[in-house]
């Protein structure tokens, strides 16, 4: 009940910001108010709808390939067959968030070239460390009289985790989530760089052909994209876990 | 005597280190047995064997029959009830849902599930539509207790492991939730095995008490007996120097008074300060040695039934220490 409440609250949400990128003539009065008609600063490759979808789904794929690795990577490595990589998981995930992202752009252009295939594996080992630790925490700070308790009351390891250490890991696992997904959003602004589309197109080129107006619209997009993110996760978190 | 629980020459090592030694106990069907001894001795221990908690060493340990080692854990654990002093609610899960755990591991139907946790919830005294729906973090550290009472005797198990359950609830609730656990006891007749480290307590709630020390049974008696007959200057220390007015504690003033036939006049005009009959003989001591003389007994409607003094406690006294064990 309160879930499907949230769930229409944040889906409208995310509906009036989209619907805000649509409206090209009200960024144009915004941007020419704030940064003059010369040179023309609304972005005129792409519309900022088109841009903001490219963004959305380049830091969502890289996200689900977090979700589909981290989550059964950071399970495995608690359970006893997986323990004695718990040390190595830990720091390879943090190795793969001190990389600058700019950097696993760079040296995934080699193998992958010029494209999204690049930004999808910069942007998955950035978002990786945040999700992974933080799972690693919430399944490690579950309560070691509510593991004997279901121990002894005959909940095997499966039963163990489903119903007991999954659901108690929830509020850690859901703020890893967050952390990471709006860490992409944010990251996915150097997509351009190696060919990739999204929101840092208006940016880099802004950069480059000192147009401010391009670099002030990709950049609000990028935030508003990144707070509404935060916003819902944060919103999903408080209501599928009453208890805490 | 039927034994739920034996243990036959059971030893646990750690490593080098013996934690339990030899032990050799029967726990009879319907009984409350207290495992009590300093911290360190192996009462936890023992205890954990007994739902394969933690698998002994040597020996042989027969739960209604069944050698622990060759029964299945998870099944044998799903047939035990189980307490222990931090109670382990799960934090997530409403009250209901806490009480059925075992029976939805079980595979019991919702309906069913929901009608037993009521029960029990009433059972233990709490209103199933005014706590059913809580989380554990909304109840007072008594009320958890008693859900977790409740949640182990869930589907029903013949026998209760309970370690300190009440160790961590102030004075005046513990008193209050071993008075409704005796209460339950006496109406459910379960086999428990009981930890604590509270010789009150085990004097008591036990039907036996078996002190232990350094991973060996001290004393297994009666607590009249163990109270009565310390078998060694350990158990005499640790059941402490008061230990007549313990043994006192669980006999009723009834069974030591002086009884009336028929109402004597004398007592009908005189002050004599009166006691209930249910009363315990420890507090009708202790209300004695405030009054002086002697006190009316009188039974629950207020009619006199006997009359007790100094003198009657200290004759009785007497003839128990003049039988043996």
């Known amino acids: 009940m309160k879930l499907a409440r949230a769930l229409i609250k944040n889906a409208l949400l995310w509906a009036a910001l989209f619907g805000l990128f649509a409206w090209q003539d009200g960024w144009k009065i915004l941007l020419e108010t704030l940064m003059g008609r010369n040179p023309p600063p609304l972005f005129n490759r792409a519309t900022l709808l088109q841009l903001a979808l490219e963004h959305i789904s380049l830091a969502g794929l890289a996200m689900l390939g977090v979700l589909i690795v981290g989550l059964p990577l950071a399970v495995w490595v608690t359970r006893s067959t997986g323990k004695p990589f718990l040390s190595l998981v830990s720091s390879l995930t943090a190795l793969g968030q001190t990389f600058p992202p700019v950097a696993v752009l760079f040296l995934a252009l080699p193998i992958f070239g010029f494209g999204s295939t690049s930004v999808?594996?910069?942007l998955f080992l950035y978002g990786l460390l945040p999700t992974v630790s933080s799972t690693l925490v919430g399944l490690s700070s579950v309560n070691e009289n509510a593991r004997d308790a279901a121990r002894g009351m005959g909940m095997n390891e499966g039963q163990m985790l489903v119903r007991l250490e999954l659901p108690l890991a929830l509020p850690a696992v859901l703020a890893g989530l967050r952390t990471s997904f709006v860490l992409l959003i944010?990251?996915?602004?150097?997509?351009?760089?190696v060919g990739a589309g999204g929101l840092g197109q208006p940016i880099i080129a802004g950069l480059s052909v000192n147009n401010l107006g391009y670099v002030l619209e990709g950049a609000v997009a990028v935030a508003l994209l990144a707070l509404l993110a935060d916003y819902t996760l944060r919103d999903l978190e408080r209501t599928i876990t009453p208890w805490a | 005597m039927t034994a739920a629980i034996e243990f036959q020459g059971v030893e646990k090592r750690y490593g080098t280190?013996?934690?339990?030694e030899n032990i050799t106990l029967e726990v009879p069907k319907g009984e409350l047995v207290v495992l009590i001894g300093p911290s360190g001795?192996?009462?936890?221990?023992?205890?954990?064997?007994?739902?394969?908690?933690?698998?002994?060493?040597?020996?042989?340990?027969?739960?209604?029959?069944q050698n622990v080692l060759e029964a299945d854990a998870v099944r044998l654990r799903r047939s035990i009830g189980y307490v222990i002093q931090s109670i382990g609610l799960f934090p997530h899960m409403t009250i209901f849902e806490n009480v059925e755990v075992v029976p939805s591991l079980l595979n019991w139907d919702k309906l069913k599930k929901r009608s037993r946790a009521a029960e029990l919830l009433n059972m233990v005294g709490l209103e199933p539509e005014k706590f059913g729906s809580r989380y554990p973090k909304q109840l007072s550290g008594g009320q958890q207790q008693r859900v977790g009472i409740a949640r182990a005797l869930a589907a029903d198990p013949q026998i209760l492991l309970m370690d300190e359950p009440f160790g961590a609830v102030d004075p005046i609730t513990r008193e209050r939730l071993q008075e409704e656990f005796l209460r339950i006891q006496r109406e459910i007749q379960k086999t428990i095995l009981f930890v604590t480290h509270d010789?009150?307590?085990?004097?008591?709630?036990?039907?036996?008490?078996c002190l232990m020390r350094d991973g060996k049974v001290e004393q297994y008696a009666t607590p009249e007996n163990l109270l009565a007959y310390p078998s060694s200057d350990f158990v005499r220390d640790f059941v402490g120097a008061d230990r007549e007015l313990k043994r006192l504690g669980r006999v009723s003033v009834a069974s030591l008074m002086r009884p009336v036939a028929k109402v004597d006049i004398r007592f009908q005009t005189s002050e004599t300060a009166s006691v209930l009959g249910t009363l315990s003989a420890r507090d009708a001591l202790s209300r004695l040695l405030e009054?002086?003389?002697?006190?009316?007994?009188?039974?629950?409607?207020?009619?006199?039934?006997?009359?007790i003094s100094l003198n009657d406690l200290t004759v009785a006294n007497m003839d128990y220490r003049q039988r043996k064990p």
Not at chain 2, 199 to 209: G, N, P, Q, S
């Open chain 1, 186 to 193: 944010a990251t996915a602004a150097l997509a351009p760089l």
């Open chain 1, 120 to 122: 999808y594996l910069a």
């Open chain 2, 17 to 20: 280190t013996l934690a339990l």
């Open chain 2, 41 to 65: 001795c192996g009462k936890s221990t023992l205890l954990r064997l007994v739902n394969r908690m933690i698998e002994p060493s040597g020996g042989k340990l027969l739960v209604e029959g």
């Open chain 2, 199 to 209: 010789i009150d307590e085990a004097v008591k709630l036990a039907d036996r008490i």
């Open chain 2, 291 to 307: 009054a002086g003389g002697e006190l009316l007994v009188l039974d629950a409607q207020g009619g006199i039934i006997g009359t």
